[in-house]
């Protein structure tokens, strides 16, 4: 364990990230407390734990430039994002740009400032210039988003942090959830009557656990209520493959929906038995040629690297297998190990029982050669990078990169990755967000994530929101 004291209650969560991304594999516990003096409670660390004592008298920047330096002489590495640990690095460039700083400017100032690597500062610049393009006619002011929540899903995949429910035990609700939503919907459409709506996204969860006649019955609510005729992108999650049917499609299709997600992870049978998503490479395959039949013309697959026992060979395979296929848009994520998520208990038994031929960290390593083999594949398809983030404990320190076909870009990913707009949030689990001018403060207000609280709650939910945007 590496076991950091600090001088001040100050830049822990920075100080965490910095050390964690060097020592991704162990326990990172950053305690306030002075050099010789080791708080009671905090006996417990062990004589073998690395300890390391800094003091926190400097700005935030020099300070981690201090440490990434110490670290990096230390273990012999190099972070592609330097000492960044913020999870939108794109922004920095963004913002740079539009104070009408030169690439030439930026790319020194992200390499002093925070040690980017060459290839990631580039990278960030690209994508800055084409959100600044998508995004040029969208009214941050006087525009909004929308996003609707399903949170149901056909199984829980092992590695899921957002709000699910099996769709098995929760069926007989999912009408009332509907009623729910119909609910919001009348609030927004009497509050945002004088606004532009911009973009549509129904995400969760996986929307398609919805019976062909509830996405009507749900779109078809919306359609009424709120005027839809500036929409530039309607995307609805249909992210399982077991979840998609025809009847859904056409569905979709007959409501308007522009954009759609038939998402793979990977496309091996065995890694997908592994991470708990019971569908096929072959039941994959079929669904999105049944969305290129029924007329989609904007399709995303996400994929994820850093799977449990892939290797650059299995990500290869995935690739060459999405190539055959040919998506618009390629949403390329970087696993992200949650302690305590189902996934790492599950590689752990697996390990304990000797079913997996290496250790359980190694077998969901990202890297490198994998990072380039996606970004190959992209190239490949003739798409372009258009947004990237990055999350906490993410697979070897990488980022989340969308890919797109020009003129197929997920507008709505690009909005709340820049949080440029404010975004009205329906459903449980989700995050309102007020975007108050630009560049701007942010405020956000939650609703529940508990389906059955959030029904019984649904007027407060209302109400949060209504409050923020008085
Ligand atoms: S499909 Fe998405 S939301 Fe549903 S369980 Fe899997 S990761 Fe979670």
Redesign the pocket.
């Known amino acids: 364990m590496q076991v950091i004291y600090i001088d001040e209650d100050k830049y822990q969560y920075d100080i965490h990230s910095l050390f964690k991304a060097f020592y991704p594999e162990e326990d990172v516990r950053v305690i306030v407390g002075k050099r010789g003096s080791v708080p009671e409670k905090e006996k417990d660390v062990s004589p073998d734990d690395e300890i390391s004592f800094i003091d926190v008298d400097k700005t935030k920047n020099d300070l981690k430039k201090e440490i990434y330096l110490t670290l990096s002489e230390k273990t012999g590495k190099n972070l592609p994002w330097g000492d960044l640990t913020g999870i939108r690095p794109t922004r920095i460039a963004m913002n740079l740009l539009e104070e009408g700083k030169s690439e030439e400017e930026v790319f020194c100032y992200m390499k002093e400032t925070y040690l980017v690597s060459d290839e990631k500062i580039n990278l960030s610049i690209d994508i800055a210039k084409r959100e600044k393009e998508v995004l040029k006619d969208i009214d941050y002011q006087n525009g909004y988003s929308l996003y609707i929540g399903i949170?149901f899903?056909?199984?829980?995949?092992l590695?899921?942090?957002?709000?699910?429910y099996p769709i098995g035990a929760f069926k007989g609700l999912v009408d009332d959830y509907i009623e729910c939503l119909k609910k919001e919907i009348d609030y927004v459409a009497k509050d945002f009557a004088d606004k532009t709506l911009d973009t549509v996204y129904i995400g969760?969860?996986?929307p398609t656990t919805l019976e062909p006649d509830q996405i009507k019955e749900l779109i078809g609510y919306l359609r009424d209520k709120v005027d839809l005729s500036h929409v530039k992108e309607f995307t609805v999650e249909s992210?399982?493959p077991d979840s998609i049917t025809r009847q859904k499609l056409i569905a979709m299709k007959e409501m308007g929906v522009t954009r759609i997600s038939v998402?793979p992870q990977t496309m091996s049978d065995a890694t997908l038995r592994i991470i708990?998503?019971q569908h096929s490479v072959a039941q994959l395959i079929e669904a999105y040629n049944m969305a290129r039949e029924e007329g989609f013309d904007n399709i995303n697959m996400d994929i994820i690297l850093g799977l449990p026992g892939e290797d650059a060979s299995d990500v290869q395979h995935t690739i060459d297998e999405i190539i055959k296929l040919d998506p618009d848009d390629l949403t390329v994520h970087s696993l992200a190990i949650k302690r305590g998520s189902r996934l790492f208990e599950a590689i752990r038994e697996r390990e304990l029982r000797g079913e997996l031929k290496t250790t359980m960290l190694e077998s969901m390593k990202n890297t490198g050669e994998m990072m380039e083999i996606a970004k190959n594949g992209a190239k490949t398809l003739g798409l372009e990078p258009y947004y990237l983030y990055r999350q906490k404990n993410i697979s070897g320190n990488f980022e989340n990169t969308g890919y797109a076909r020009e003129g197929k870009a997920g507008i709505y990913n690009i909005l709340i990755n820049e949080e440029v707009q404010s975004i009205v949030a329906l459903g449980a689990g989700t995050v309102t967000k007020r975007v108050y001018g630009e560049g701007g403060r942010i405020e956000r207000c939650d609703n529940v994530k508990d389906v059955k609280l959030y029904m019984e709650q649904i007027d407060e939910m209302i109400d949060r929101k209504r409050k923020l945007f008085a």
């Open positions: 949170p899903c056909p199984t829980t995949c590695y899921c942090s957002f709000t699910s969760g969860g996986t992210g399982r998402n708990g998503r």
